[in-house]
C-alpha cells in the first residue's frame, strides 16, 4: 500500500490507497490563487486553501475548496474548516455539522480552536491544513467513523495522533487494531533541522527510542549542534503501539523539498499557501 498521485486536468492530489472512503492530501496544484493562472512563481499558486486576507482573496480560496468538493462528492458547506493552533484539541463533528441547506461556508467561529477532527456524519468533510506539518488521516471502515489531524511538532509532542484515534474508540467504538491511517507529506528529515533543545524536549518526553528519527549534523559536543527530524516518522512510532504496522501508510514526500509540488513554511516564510487533507463518509 503506498499514496497514489492522480491527476486531474491541472488538480493533483495523493491518495492513500489503505482508505476506501474519500481522502485525499493536496498539493498545491490545481487552483486558482496566484496572480495569475500562469504565474507559477506566485507564492500562493494554486491551490491555496488556507484563507488569508492579507495575501490572497478568500474569494480565490473558496473556490478553492469547491474544486475539492466537487472531485469529492461533497458539498462544500459541509467542509470543516476549525482554526489550528498547535493544540490537542479534537473536535467532534456530530449531526450539526451538516450545514447543506444553510449560507454558512467553511470556517467556523474564530472559538473553534481544534487541530483534530473526527465524525461519523454522512456528507461531512474533515480537514486537517499544512504547509510543512505533518496531516494524518484516519478510517475505521467497520463503524463508518473517519479522523483528521494537524501534527506539527507540538501535536506530535503532546500525541494528538494517539488522541484522536482514542476519540474514535472512545465515541465510536473503534477497534484500533483495524483503524487505518495515512500519514501525509510533510518537511522530511533531508530538510527539517532542528535545535539541540528541540532533541532534548522530544527525548525527554518520548523517550530513547525516538532517538533513531533524528540525525546529528557534526560530531562535537557543542550544545548548540543541530539535528535533522523525521516528524513523519515519529508519528508513526507513536502510532504503531495502537494500531500495527500494516495499518500505516506513510508518505515519503517533503513539502521543503518538492517546490514544485508543495508549499512550505520554511522554505518561503509566512507568504505561502497551504494544503489539507481532507477525509469524509458519503
Not at 467556523?108 to 456524519?121: N, R, S
Not at 550544545?223 to 508513526?236: A, F, I, P, S, W
Request: net charge neutral; hydrophobic share 35%.
Amino acid at each position: 500500500m503506498s499514496l497514489i498521485l492522480e491527476k486531474h486536468d491541472s488538480l493533483e492530489y495523493f491518495v492513500p490507497e489503505n482508505i476506501k472512503t474519500p481522502a485525499i492530501f493536496t498539493t498545491r496544484l490545481g487552483g486558482v490563487s496566484g496572480s495569475s493562472g500562469e504565474d507559477k512563481s506566485s507564492p500562493l499558486y494554486s491551490l491555496n486553501l488556507g484563507f488569508k486576507d492579507k495575501y490572497d482573496d478568500n474569494k480565490n480560496v473558496e473556490k478553492n475548496y469547491k474544486i475539492i468538493a466537487e472531485i469529492l462528492g461533497f458539498s462544500v458547506n459541509n467542509i470543516i474548516y476549525a482554526h489550528q493552533k498547535h493544540t490537542d484539541n479534537v473536535l467532534i463533528c456530530d449531526k450539526k455539522f451538516s450545514r447543506d441547506n444553510k449560507n454558512n461556508m467553511l470556517a467556523l467561529p474564530d472559538d473553534y480552536i481544534f487541530d483534530a477532527m473526527v465524525t461519523d456524519t454522512p456528507g461531512v468533510l474533515l480537514t486537517a491544513r499544512t504547509a510543512d506539518c505533518v496531516p494524518v488521516l484516519f478510517w475505521d471502515e467497520e463503524h463508518k467513523a473517519v479522523g483528521a489531524a494537524h501534527c506539527g511538532w507540538r501535536g506530535t509532542l503532546n500525541k494528538l495522533q494517539i488522541k484522536t484515534a482514542l476519540k474514535m474508540r472512545e465515541l465510536y467504538n473503534t477497534d484500533l487494531s483495524k483503524l487505518k491511517t495515512a500519514i501525509g507529506p510533510g518537511i522530511s528529515k533531508c530538510c527539517y533541522e532542528v535545535s539541540g533543545e528541540f532533541y532534548k524536549n522530544f527525548t525527554d518526553i518520548l523517550g530513547d527510542r525516538v532517538k533513531i528519527y533524528f540525525k546529528e549534523k557534526d560530531n562535537s559536543n557543542n550544545k548548540n549542534n543541530k539535528y535533522m527530524c523525521d516528524l513523519k516518522g515519529v508519528n508513526k512510532m507513536l502510532l504503531l503501539d495502537l494500531l500495527g504496522e500494516k495499518n500505516i501508510e506513510i508518505s515519503q514526500n517533503c513539502t521543503y523539498c518538492e517546490e514544485e509540488l508543495f508549499f512550505s513554511h520554511r522554505r518561503q516564510g509566512e507568504y505561502r499557501g497551504t494544503h489539507a487533507a481532507f477525509i469524509g463518509i458519503l
